[in-house]
């Protein structure tokens, strides 16, 4: 017999990116009495790894619980940039509703779309939380108005589109169900979240049932499983079998040997947990996304939709320049398989697969973001190796015509930058779909444009806009090939001989474009060391020092006015790098370096390609 269990809630929180998500949960935390009146509590306590914290985006979707009017609330954080979308679309099927949180001054965005869209294909009912209602140029009138065409753009059925809308400061704490009251804290939400969300329902009576929606990793239990019970209960020690909806000659027999449920930020152990709970399960070494935890006795699978699949890959190499393995901890091609590997412990939107050669594997993602977080990752914790140019993943129609992926970007600058966009955007193969300005003197743009042909665009977009633009992009499936791209009009300059630079070397080369090094910096012959200021390579000697005569004193070395070198961060080193070069990744420097670093070889494979 199906019951509701009316003591527990379970949300997701969605939204596109920096909308203020993750700051919300922070508030429910401190409102619900999670942290003590005294305890110092930093922002964004829900974005525990380093990256997120820097970059300010959340990239792992995060469990956590918090108490009100005797309901316990089962709250998910999700992330909100798109190359990370796998982890919204598997979370959803822990809940029972979500709350879209909307920026009060941006509205709907491409990313809101996305997850909005995920949500109503589940049928989950969503309060509509417009957020940052503290800003100044914050227009919660005309945001409604985009978030009801938005529903009604996607199919929204009746009792979707007669949705709650809240409206908060998150920052500021508080949640006000009009726009006339004005409210000291998140009472209104919490009220919203137990009236509207539904009740988790299942039969306790029935068989044991959970799906596997989340994995997590931790270095002393190995894997955890993160997943809903559905029916019935789970105990420790209790024999289970595995299953899994995709592949049905999975069918392992093993015994739940940890159990735990979320409270605040912590897991607490459990002996038990019935339909409704959401459950961490450790001791099960291969458990995946997508597994059933069953009894033994009528074992049935709970149906899991397919992963969108990765559109951008990367060729991961051990690294093989002349200065390798002076700065790694991990740098053979064994350390290099077992870190990647264990990346698909947890990160279900990746593929890693093998290579004719043990030296390099293809890494595959979502999109530069994913990979360049996953590249930082690894060189944090030590390891080297090298990295191609990302290329998108082609597909072939019935017809057997050329199939390559699609953005939907949509683009916010002042209208003086506007023309320069488009300009720039059409030589990349970019279809202007839409544009509108608004009073305040900005143009919103809407294009479909191959994702090659936003790979290396975003330090070119900031250079354009000095600054002031915001790009935001969405995959929108696979279209037509649109035709080769010119990523690059200026060559590199290659270091011509191995040695420390000096600044009569670099005073020299600097004349022939941009340089990227400082003197005194180690490299060697292939290493490219800046950006020509014309389209073809040029090798220039950087470790050339001055004759000294009897006239010319080594001092005189000092009046020599060399220009800042431009410093290259993982991403814009990612987007600078040409098909024939590698990016070497340290865990204390970035080298680009061109693939063949001999001259003399490099010089016969430019022909042997021209004539191909």
């Known amino acids: 017999m199906l019951i509701n269990r009316e003591d527990v809630r379970n949300i997701a929180i969605i939204a596109h990116v920096d909308h203020g998500k993750t700051t919300l949960v922070d508030e429910l935390l401190k409102q619900s009495g999670v942290f003590r009146a005294n305890q110092n509590v930093v922002d964004r306590v829900m974005d525990s790894n380093d990256i997120e914290r820097e970059r300010g985006i959340t990239i792992l979707s995060k469990n956590t619980a918090v108490r009100y009017d005797g309901v316990k609330i089962n709250v998910i954080d999700t992330p909100g940039h798109a190359d990370f979308g796998g982890e919204v679309e598997r979370v959803l099927k822990m809940v029972n509703g979500v709350i879209l949180v909307v920026d009060a001054f941006e509205g709907p965005m491409p990313q809101t779309k996305f997850v909005l869209k995920k949500a109503l294909e589940l049928n989950l009912p969503v309060i509509v939380c417009i957020n940052k209602m503290d800003r100044p140029e914050a227009r919660p009138n005309e945001v409604i108005d985009e978030v009801l065409e938005l529903f009604i753009e996607l199919d929204a059925n009746e009792e979707q589109l007669d949705c709650p809308f809240v409206f908060t400061s998150a920052r500021a704490g508080y949640a006000s169900l009009s726009l006339d009251d004005k409210a000291s804290d998140m009472k209104s939400l919490f009220e919203t979240i137990i009236n509207y969300i539904p009740a988790p329902s299942g039969d306790p009576d029935k068989n044991t049932q959970i799906l596997i929606s989340t994995i997590d990793y931790n270095e002393y239990v190995g894997r955890i499983g993160i997943g809903k019970v559905d029916n019935g209960s789970i105990k420790v020690n209790q024999d289970v079998i595995l299953l899994n909806h995709h592949d049905s000659s999975k069918q392992k027999k093993v015994k739940i040997s940890k159990l735990y449920e979320f409270d605040g930020l912590k897991r607490i152990e459990v002996n038990e947990a019935s339909i409704g709970a959401i459950v961490a399960i450790s001791g099960i070494a291969d ?128 209208e003086e930058f506007a023309g320069n ?87 020299n080369a600097q004349e022939r474009g941009t340089l990227f090094i400082s ?93 191909n």
């Open 287 to 414: 458990i995946q996304i997508g597994d059933t935890i069953c009894s033994p006795e009528n074992p049935e699978a709970i149906p899991f939709q397919k992963i969108s699949e990765p559109t951008i890959a990367m060729y991961f190499n051990v690294n093989d320049s002349p200065l390798a393995g002076t700065e790694g901890k991990f740098v053979t091609s064994r350390h290099l398989r077992e870190r990647l590997m264990r990346e698909l412990y947890t990160d279900v939107s990746l593929r890693v697969e093998e290579t004719e050669t043990t030296e390099s594997f293809k890494v595959s993602g979502r999109g530069e973001l994913h990979l360049s977080v996953l590249i930082e990752n690894m060189r944090r914790e030590g390891y080297e190796f090298s990295v191609s140019k990302a290329e998108v993943l082609y597909q072939e129609d019935e017809n057997g015509m050329k199939l390559e992926p699609m953005e939907l970007t949509l683009i916010d600058v002042p």
């Open 421 to 507: 966009v488009i300009e720039k955007l059409g030589q990349r193969k970019g279809e202007l779909i839409n544009m509108s300005n608004s009073s305040n003197g900005t143009s919103r743009m809407e294009f479909s444009i191959p994702s090659r042909g936003l790979i290396g665009y975003r330090g070119e977009f900031l250079t354009d806009t000095k600054g002031n633009g915001i790009m935001n992009s969405i995959f929108d499936g696979y279209g037509p090939y649109k035709g080769d791209i010119q990523y690059r009009k200026q060559g590199s300059l290659i270091a011509y001989e191995a040695g420390e630079s000096t600044t009569y070397g670099l005073y």
């Open 519 to 611: 003197p005194g910096v180690k490299v060697y012959s292939g290493m490219v060391i800046g950006q020509c200021a014309k389209p073809e390579d040029i090798e220039v000697n950087i470790c050339k020092r001055k004759q000294l005569t009897n006239t010319r004193a080594s001092g005189s070395d000092d009046a020599l006015k060399l220009s800042p070198p431009r410093i290259l961060s993982l991403e814009q080193a990612l987007e600078f790098i040409e098909t024939d070069e590698l990016l070497e990744v340290t865990p204390t420097s970035l080298r680009i370096r061109k693939k063949i670093l001999d001259p003399t070889q490099r010089m016969r494979d430019k022909r042997n390609r021209l004539s």
